[in-house]
């Protein structure tokens, strides 16, 4: 197995952004490098879709009369299919052992692998790339390969912003997507000087490992690079992805989902596994290793923007920790359900959540978050193997995000492997093995919805 490992660790080196040693030894010119990627494309795109296809229903079903908070309807039922011949029931009445045994784990419960995992790096969906380049001027599309999921599937964009200090105002960015052409007339009225310049570094492209002027990049053009707010749209999420760079080797690294900055205020761990402590911890730790791989090399060889600590970090978090949750006008001040406003099926949901369903042991609180990490030790369930250059073994323990605002976020998990709340909790009934009904179930669901 280590040996096995090591060789595809290996493999993956050559083939991980043509690093700077691969071209010493074989010189490429851009145009060679895009010739034979380009080539390569289809493949890679295609081995993506046969796994989305044979682990998920990715239909366009959204649930009746259930929006996220700009409008866009929320996809229903759950989507990940099942081995032939069981059911939920049947798999969450067996021991963990009993379905690693028999391989019965769903395969939409797997780690998902970035688009090409090999390759790994920043990418975004089709949608963004169109309107970013609309609005902005700028691409931010790869010649090498495309984003994966459905639109329909994915976060609204451009998302509402809330801000905690003029809720007054409702969707600041007035269904705008909010770009270096239009942050200051947007948010002037509403900002301070310092927190309207955070959001101007916010918005403001730089060079990153895919999107620069080097000959290794992975657009068809040099690029300024990307800005915090290409990937965190409107201080929410575009479901951009790109594969964690703090693990190695390769296969091992995670595929993650762009989070929501809404909320940040109220966290108190940042980065899904690294565990950093403030938001001005994360927003350099980004800039400075997350754009580059976590290769400082590189990044030089690149132009990374080393951000001032004092007087530019501070402002970017300091307009992040302003980003609210959107309304959730069913929850009292203490993130309670309203009787008087809710539904028999959400009061019952919320008694699962804090009940038999053992949500709130983890996701506790107004805002549904203990801010510590956990372990949720799925390797309990299959035994490891190789999925699309990515290794499926033990995830570790990952950070308790927070479910305010829940239904306007998925995919779910943190790297996107369960598309709907219906799926979430078929994934948490199994691994908790809290045994819930089919309309225990459902309860539980609608509950999520009014957070």
């Known amino acids: 197995m280590k040996k096995r490992l090591l060789a595809g660790a290996l493999s993956s080196a050559v083939v991980l ?3 700077a040693a691969t071209f010493a030894a074989n ?6 490098l895009v010739k034979q990627l380009q080539a390569e494309k289809p493949k890679f795109a295609k081995r993506q879709q046969d796994l989305l296809s044979a682990r998920y229903d990715l239909a366009n079903r959204p649930a009746a009369g259930v929006t996220m908070s700009g409008g866009k309807p929320v996809q229903a039922g759950v989507r990940v299919k099942l081995p032939a011949g069981t059911t939920w029931d049947q798999l969450a009445a067996m021991s963990p052992d009993e379905v690693r045994d028999k391989a019965l784990w769903p395969e939409g419960f797997y780690p998902l692998p970035h688009p090409h995992h090999e390759a790994g790096g920043m990418i975004f969906p089709k949608h963004v790339i169109d309107r970013t380049k609309k609005d902005a001027g700028r691409d931010i599309s790869r010649f090498d390969l495309d984003f994966d999921l459905p639109e329909h599937m994915l976060a609204e964009f451009p998302a509402p912003i809330y801000l905690t200090t003029r809720p007054d105002l409702g969707d600041v960015s007035r269904g705008q997507l909010v770009t270096t052409q239009n942050y200051y ?15 101007r570094l916010l918005v403001t492209p730089f060079p990153q490992q895919q999107f620069n002027n080097t000959d290794d990049r992975r ?5 300024l690079g990307v800005s915090c707010f290409d990937c965190h749209a ?6 951009a992805t790109h594969t964690v760079g703090d693990i190695r080797p390769n296969e091992f690294r995670h595929r993650i989902d762009t989070p929501s900055l809404r909320g940040v205020n109220i966290q108190r761990l940042f980065g899904s596994q690294r565990a950093l402590k403030t938001v001005e911890d994360f927003t350099e730790f980004e800039q400075r290793a997350a754009y580059f791989d976590g290769d400082p090399t590189t990044a030089a060889k690149k132009g990374v923007n080393t951000l001032n600590r004092a007087d530019q970090v501070h402002a970017m978090a300091e307009f992040q920790e302003l980003l609210d949750f959107p309304p959730a006008p069913k929850l009292t001040v203490l993130g309670k359900l309203d009787p008087a406003k809710a539904t028999a ?5 919320e008694a699962l959540f804090n009940g038999k369903g053992q949500c709130s042991v983890c996701h506790s609180g107004p805002y549904f978050t203990d801010n510590l990490m956990h372990n949720l030790k799925t390797e309990r369930f299959f035994k490891p193997k190789m999925i699309n250059g990515r290794y499926a073994a033990m995830d570790g323990p990952i950070k308790t995000f927070p479910l305010r605002g829940i239904k306007d976020s998925p995919p779910y998990l943190h790297d996107n492997r369960l598309m709907t709340l219906d799926d979430t909790v078929e994934f948490f ?16 669901v609608a509950f999520l919805y009014t957070l």
């Open 185 to 199: 007339d947007l948010f002037k009225d509403a900002l301070n000087p310092k927190q309207l310049d955070g959001l």
């Open 345 to 349: 099926a959400e009061l019952r949901g």
């Open 219 to 223: 657009s068809l053009e040099p690029s």
């Open 234 to 239: 409107n201080g929410h999420t575009n479901n």
């Open 17 to 19: 952004f043509c690093g």
């Open 429 to 444: 009934n199994i691994v908790l093995q809290t045994k819930l009904t089919a309309d225990e179930k459902k309860d539980l």
């Open 27 to 32: 010189p490429m010119t851009f145009a060679d």
